[in-house]
Nanobody, 117 residues
């Protein structure tokens, strides 16, 4: 059974930090590109950060300079370290696993991040 499970969300004050984790199971983790997306109320889901099978990284504009994505294939886990959080970072953060041969995508259920004083 495939599972993609996020954790680590919560309430944090502006300027604070959170580390999100995403554990994948039921599929060959190290053959999937892993990414974090987020969706705020009334907005479309957008890319936060992506890390490929080979370790290449792409950040969305909002994440550049503040967030860091990493992966631990031995632990089947991808992380998102978020520093300098702002109220506009408030959203549900989703983890996605994607491979191309064959084309397969798995999504987690999301974890809520709220940045507020």
């Amino acid at each position: 059974q495939v599972q993609v499970v996020e954790s680590g969300g919560g309430l944090v004050q502006p300027g604070g930090s959170l580390r999100l984790s995403c554990v994948g199971s039921g599929f060959t983790f190290n053959t999937y590109n892993m990414s974090w997306y987020r969706q705020a109320p009334g907005k479309e889901r957008g890319l936060v950060a992506l890390i490929t099978i080979g370790g290449e990284i792409v950040y969305g504009e909002a994440a550049k300079g503040r967030f860091t994505i990493s992966r631990d294939n031995a632990e089947h886990t991808v992380y998102l370290q978020m520093n300098g959080l702002k109220p506009e970072d408030t959203a549900v953060y989703y983890c996605r696993a994607k491979t191309f041969y064959p084309a397969t995508t798995y999504w987690g259920q999301g974890t809520q991040v709220t940045v507020s004083s």
